[in-house]
Every structure is written in C-alpha cells, then in structure tokens.
DNA sequence: TCAAAAGTGTTTGGGCTACACCCATGG
DNA sequence: CCATGGGTGTAGCCCAAACACTTTTGA
C-alpha cells in the first residue's frame, strides 16, 4: 500500500558556503550548469537521492564543489513557496557551511565555475537563493554571538587578531581589544603556540589552536564574546 | 521540460502543539487514522498540497485540528532518514505551535481522538516523531530564554504568578520571585489591569495583559528572565 | 489575629566596559 | 630611539542575585 493520491516533490539541498579571507567574509557561488537559470550565478545545490539523509544530501553536494569532508554544517529553515522554483515544484532545505578558505583552495574543482565573492558583493542569485543567504548571514550571527562556531572559518593555527577582525567583520562592529582578548583566552578553549606570526608586527602576534577536546565539549556552551548583543544582532 | 530522473518524494508537515494548563506543559496528541501505525500515538501531520507553501501547511493542519488560526508557528530542522517512514519516503518538516489551551478546549475536534498528555509523560510515538517532540522542547527552551514567546501559552489576562510558573516548569528550576516579578514588569511588555486574581490568595493577584505594539516590536530583542542561562538550558 | 501569598526594598559582589599603560622589535 | 601593533592592568559602574521585609485580606 501507498500513499495514494498524494502529491511528490523534488526535494533539494542548497549550500550557503561562508569562508573567511583573513579581511573579509566570502561566499561561495557557482554558475549553474543546467536549465532553468543556467549559466546564472547560483548557490551549490543538488536533489535529495534516493537513499539519502538530508545531512548527507547536504555533504555529498558540498564535498562535489569543494572536495571537502568534515565540514561545519548547519540547517536552517526549509524553503517551500509553490513557484520557488518555475520548472518544476521543489522545496528546499538549505545548510550553511563554515570553511576554511584555504583549505579550499588546494582542492578546488572547475566544473562548476565556482567562485568566492565577499559577502557585501553579493551578485544577484537565481530563485530565492539571495533570500536564503539573507537568513543564513542572520542565522550565523545569532548562532555565532553564543555558540564558539566561528573557529571553523579559520586555519589550525591563528593569531588572536584574525580571530578578532572576524568577529568584528560579522557584526559590522568594532570590538575592545583588551576586553576581547581577555573574554577569548578566559574560556580556555584556545592553546598557545610557541611561533609567532611576525608579518604584521613588529612584537609578533602568537598564534593560537583549538583546544579540540574542550572545543567540542563547549560546542554548546553559551559563550560571550559579544558585548550589548541587542544593538549588533537582527 | 523537467528535472527528468530525479526522484520525487513526499513532504509533511508535523505540529508539535504545546500548551500550559496553569500547572504543566501539555502536549496535544492524536490517534492516527490510517495506515501505517493505525491507531496508536501520534503528532498532528498532514502532506503538502501542490498549491501550498510550508508553513501554510503547518497553519492549515493546526486548524484541521484545533480549529485555530493566527497560532505561534515555528519550524525546525526537518527530518529526512530515508526510511523514517516505513510506507513510503517521505521528509518532513516539523513545526511546534503554542497555543493557549483554553481557547483550544473550546473548539476540540473529536475527529482525531485528540488527547493533552503531560509533557512528562508523553507516551511512545510512532516513527521519530519521540525525537520531534524533543528537538521542538529544546528548541522552545532556548528561544524562550531569549524572546518573550512563552505568553503565547497564556490566556489573554494572566497574573504575574502564572507566567512565573510557567518558566519554572519549562526550564525545571526555580526562579526568585522577586527578581522574575521586577525583570518581567521592567521590560514594559506588561500592562496591569484592574482586576485581581482572588482564587489563588486572600490578597488577590493583579491580571496583566500584553501590550500588544510593544509586544510585537520587542519580538525578535534579547530580553532576560532566566538567570544562569548555561545551567538551564542544554 | 494569624496564615499565606502578593509585592517591594536593600545589600552585595562579580563581571563587563572603557581606557590607560607597558612590552617587544625592526627599521 | 621611535613608531607600531601586541598584550596587560585597573577603576568604576551597572546589574543581577539573594534575601529580608511589608502589605493585604479571608477565615
């Protein structure tokens, strides 16, 4: 027996790719490569298989552009006007990523004519695709303000600055050095390197790495890097 | 032309329905009427229509239901195991409603064997809809540790009292008095009537209604009732 | 007049902000 | 020896938690 009588969809994944530059935010788009929009600047997307989760719908088609694995994602809410999509009805569940720009680079993949854009350059994306990425910026910003997600961005070794210009960048917001420093190093989460980065500075920032163990034990920690939330989110 | 081969899969949507009688969290369950898992527990679902965006399918199965409209909507994360639901795939969006209970009981609908359980003593579900009703409590918990949602519970006028219950039964902690009464009145969210509550105590407890404009304004803005915030949710 | 709940006041301490200051080093 | 960014120290303020206290009224 089946569900008789009842409709089916096409189901979707779509990737909100955020990277970090050391400057600025970026995200990842392709050129979609078929009909509708093609050739139209598009997030990275693929149909739910047969015999797949959403979760690892979502993976597979972020590994297929950027040959990645492992990789810091998360779902927000499911897209489902009627004509989102004019071919055909289509409803889409889309997953933000947090990569490591560099990372990325050395596997990148020309099929898709992918390229990374700064987030304020944004181009005019197919469908609701602008609208989705609206959310996930807002959804990051939110997630970010309490949770320690914003690691995933950088490299394995990092100095406190790049951390802090991160931070900074998303919130459109400048950030107390002293204040941001101290709150960082209180939670414990970051090891001190012997190296230095000496590029910047004279002095010479230490770089810092993940404490992994205590990281993922505070994956849902609330946190407080954030000072008067209220002015800097929504 | 159409997206030729890809396979085509049901969507759901499920309504986690919460409700506060005074005393307890409730959840609002019903018998299914069909095939597979005929007959035993279950939350209020239905497949979206061709015509229909999600969340005017998540309204349109509340009313179904309860007979409400203009109800607290708010989807999560959908859930997609291939084989979640043993018939056919299908993937389904959730949504938990709150509702106030009272004007619900006014309209019950016997169609669905509809039944409040406990929060606590929710029985067993059919498919992963156990771990729907989880998802949506945590959910719950951590935006009602953020924004005012929690007196879409409450009847029209409440007492101070209530609502005060209400947060402690949700977060199962106690939470001063005095301190709860002052955070709550100091958002301005709150108007006094004139009327007193007489059946709870000799002195009589003011009602209180929302400030409906202030309400909506302040929804989406950090506010703070809860002490110790990393304690209590998790 | 007493019990019981409503509602108000007051002290205290921790933490956050703002800002000043010292440190290290290459030129 | 100075400019530059790295890093630390600290005073003050605000706010929240804890808890004591007053008010009201039915029995």
Known sequence: MKYSGQTRVHVAVDCIIFGFDGENFKLLLIKRGFEPEMHRWSLMEGFIQPDESLGAGAQRVLKQLTGLEGVYLEQIPAFGEPNRDPMERTISVPYFALVDIQKYEAQLSFDYQAEWFLLSETPNLIFDHNAMVKMAKTRLRYKAAFHPILFELLP??????????????????????GNF?????STGLLVRLKEK??????????????????????????LNFIPSLDKVIG
């Open 156 to 177: 394995d070794k990092f100095t406190l600055q790049q951390l802090h210009t991160l931070y900074e960048k998303l919130y459109e917001n400048t950030f107390d050095k």
């Open 181 to 185: 420093t101290r709150k960082v190093l």
């Open 197 to 222: 980065d000496k590029e910047h500075s004279r002095k010479g920032a230490f770089y810092f790495k993940l404490d992994r163990e205590k990281y993922h034990n505070n994956f849902e920690a609330f």
